[in-house]
């Protein structure tokens, strides 16, 4: 079956913007995460979500970071007025169930000039 | 100090070594999970184990609950075993999120043929 897709694949943008990051996770998975990865560094966690609701967003950074999970499949991460620091790969997983195996997207490269 | 720790940073092999990597953890753990990422690639879960050991293929996790220590082992190695290996933790110290993970930075491996 699919996996977890991300679009796009990769964001070039100028600092200022608001820009809007997608995750499709596998059908039927009730947790999504969300996880940023700076060059040479391991993952961090920013966002859970069980179902429609975020459970845990106590790795957002600040308030310019926003994510919602309306339907309870598809995820946005929104990001307000971007800054250089923004700049990672951004990873989306998802599991069946709140403590399983969690899959990974293939993440988004966003880059902020 | 990070909550998880990896050692070595940096891991080059020849072909056909065994290789151990090891992964520390100071919080307390409901799942250990080591993970692994090819350059440009996404992350893909290779074990996820919350004591003892598991044996899939050439790979071999081990955990000591007690010492909060884990290893990865690949007996045989081979070229395309090359990649980042990252251990991660699903921590009991946040709330009701039991899920969300810890990461450590990473081990980076380089077998030579």
């Known amino acids: 079956g699919a996996g977890v897709s991300q679009t796009p694949s990769n964001k070039v943008t100028e600092k200022g913007k608001y820009v809007e990051l997608r995750c499709d996770p596998i059908?039927?998975?009730?947790?999504l995460y969300w996880y940023r990865q700076s060059l040479g560094q391991g993952p961090e966690f920013l966002i859970y979500?069980?179902?429609?609701?975020?459970?845990?967003d106590s790795g957002l950074p600040n308030d310019r970071f926003f994510a919602v999970r309306p339907e309870g499949s598809v995820s946005t991460l929104k990001i307000q007025r971007t800054e250089r620091g923004d700049s990672a790969v951004y990873l989306c997983?998802?599991?069946?169930?709140?403590?399983?195996?969690?899959?990974f997207g293939p993440g988004t490269r966003l880059t902020v000039l | 100090k990070n909550e998880v720790e990896q050692s070595p940073q940096n891991l080059t092999a020849q072909e056909g070594e065994f290789i151990t990597i090891n992964c520390s953890y100071s919080?307390?753990?409901?799942?250990l999970h080591w993970l692994q990422q090819h350059p440009g690639g996404g992350i893909v879960s290779l074990f996820m184990?919350?004591?003892g050991k598991k044996k899939h293929g050439r790979l071999i996790a081990t955990i000591n609950i007690q010492e909060k220590h884990s290893s990865l082992h690949i007996t045989a190695s081979h070229p395309r075993d090359s990649a980042v290996y990252i251990c991660?933790?699903?921590?009991?110290?946040?709330?009701?999120?039991?899920?969300?993970?810890?990461f450590g930075k990473g081990t980076k491996l380089s077998v030579k043929p």
């Open positions: 997983a998802s599991s069946p169930t709140r403590l399983g195996t969690q899959y």
């Open positions: 059908s039927g998975h009730t947790a």
């Open positions: 979500f069980q179902g429609t609701g975020a459970a845990d």
């Open positions: 919080v307390g753990i409901s799942a």
């Open positions: 184990l919350s004591s």
């Open positions: 991660a933790v699903s921590s009991m110290n946040y709330g009701g999120s039991q899920g969300n993970l810890i």
